[in-house]
């Protein structure tokens, strides 16, 4: 019962350097998230994706980038990493239907120094 | 204005204690509705999708009034494992199916 998988679970980074986080799910659901949760401030939506080779952007898509190449993949980039992102990333996925939860995965603690 | 925003926390209550959570969304389009609950340092997890008519789930009942855009959360008989934060969700649904989260509320149950 793998669900919604990220990886890596814990990153850290020096700034300028760039990584690519990866989100798979095993659902075939169509829609797929990235959200940054922060103290204070919720979790926050960078980007999204409504179906394969599909993405739009979020509240914060500043300095990420994403990609939806196979259904069950969505996959965030940053190119060059800040201290300003430094947060916890979630990766979330939900089937193409009304009142439906999203399920999301277990996280990512990326740290920027 | 933020799309979506809940009462500020924490709050803390007594074991068996009845408390409420609020909420108001700005978006009167949306179209679904959801309250989810995230343990500490954990992933949110749903706990109920809240319905026009209201809906109940053992000792939670959810209600959603579309005229005022307002959500809330009943908790009755609080338990320790009830504390944890608590989302509520806005699903804007359409073609982009944004799912909004509120900051959170974190409810505290003492012994």
């Known amino acids: 019962n793998a669900g919604v998988t990220q990886t890596p679970k814990f990153r850290v980074l020096k700034t300028g350097q760039s990584m690519t986080l990866l989100c798979a799910q095993d659902m075939n659901h169509e829609y797929m998230y990235w959200y940054r949760q922060d103290p204070g401030m919720g979790l926050r939506l960078i980007h999204y994706?409504?179906?394969?080779?599909?993405?739009a952007k979020g509240e914060v898509p500043d300095g990420y980038n994403v990609s939806r190449l196979k259904k069950q993949n969505f996959l965030l980039g940053l190119e060059s990493a800040a201290p300003s992102q430094t947060s916890v990333y979630f990766c979330?996925?939900?089937?193409?239907?009304?009142?439906?939860?999203?399920?999301f995965g277990q996280g990512t603690r990326l740290t920027v120094v | 204005r933020k799309e979506v925003e809940q009462d500020p926390g924490p709050f803390n209550v007594p074991e068996g204690a009845t408390v409420a959570f609020n909420c108001t969304y700005s978006?009167?389009?949306?179209?679904?509705f959801f309250w989810y609950r995230q343990d500490c340092r954990k992933e949110p997890k749903l706990l109920m999708s809240?319905?026009?008519s209201g809906n109940e789930d053992g000792r939670f009942t959810a209600q959603l009034n579309r005229a005022s855009q307002y959500i809330s959360l009943l908790i009755r008989d609080s338990k320790l494992s009830d504390s944890a934060t608590y989302l509520c969700?806005?699903?804007?649904?359409?073609?982009?199916?944004?799912?909004?989260f509120g900051t959170g509320t974190l409810l505290a149950v003492q012994p």
């Open positions: 978006n009167s389009a949306s179209q679904s």
């Open positions: 994706s409504v179906g394969e080779g599909t993405t």
């Open positions: 979330a996925s939900s089937p193409y239907r009304e009142y439906t939860e999203a399920f």
């Open positions: 809240v319905y026009s």
């Open positions: 969700v806005v699903n804007t649904g359409g073609a982009t199916n944004k799912l909004i």
